[in-house]
């Protein structure tokens, strides 16, 4: 198997631990299906989904021709993202707790939303340096296609990412209510994230040395 199940067993739940997390294109499919309906905001959550694919399809041939051209790279590109993994998590904690509000969007159709869920995804910077930081800290060039397993643990983030921001952008209104309830709700959700950034971090540096 390209890539093992005890990898996997750390993956799968790291991702969809940090797709629960609100960020921005979670809002964002939250001010889609609050302000033009359900439908905008499954269509939003889709867009996201499609701009994550490409982002994850030209981080990964980046990464296999650099590994080809450069394989001492794999290493230092390892602990780089290790240390953004730190980083992240430090910030995280130093955040000021907010109240969690959607995203400002414009009316719109279905079709609309997905296309703008597109763009939003392509023009965030931190996706590509977060799917750069995260994805390579489980590939394992010894064990065949570093592209094949780029493209399945990033399949596998966003199909956990699509399902969580279909419900947000499906039940826009309820949990907009619930999130901007309480600035204690995103405090809980920074200490959480940054407990899961800080633990994925000290256990890839220590369990997997090279």
């Known amino acids: 198997m390209i890539i093992p199940y005890e990898t996997l067993l750390i993956f799968v739940p790291t991702a969809l631990a940090l797709n629960m997390t609100p960020g921005n294109d979670m809002l964002f499919c939250l001010g889609q299906g609050i302000k033009s309906g359900p439908r905008a905001g499954l269509a939003a959550s889709f867009g996201i989904s499609t701009g994550a694919l490409i982002h994850t399809l030209l981080a990964g041939l980046g990464l296999a021709a650099l590994l080809a051209a450069h394989p001492v790279a794999f290493q230092v590109l390892?602990?780089?993202?290790?240390?953004?993994?730190?980083?992240?998590?430090?910030?995280?904690?130093?955040?000021?707790a907010e109240k969690l509000s959607a995203t400002e969007t414009?009316?719109?159709?279905?079709?609309?939303?997905w296309r703008d869920g597109i763009i939003v995804n392509l023009l965030n910077p931190k996706i590509i340096v977060f799917v750069l930081a995260f994805l390579p800290q489980f590939v394992d060039p010894a064990r065949g296609s570093v592209l094949l397993q780029f493209l399945i643990l990033g399949l596998i983030l966003n199909i956990g990412g699509t399902i969580i921001n279909c419900l947000v952008g499906g039940f826009a209104g309820q949990l907009g209510q619930f999130l901007s309830r309480s600035a204690k709700i995103t405090r809980a959700f920074q200490i959480f994230t940054g407990c899961v950034f800080l633990t994925l971090a000290a256990k890839l540096a220590f369990d997997r040395k090279a």
């Open 106 to 113: 414009r009316r719109g159709t279905a079709l609309r939303a």
């Open 78 to 96: 390892r602990w780089a993202g290790i240390s953004y993994l730190v980083w992240l998590a430090i910030q995280a904690f130093r955040s000021k």
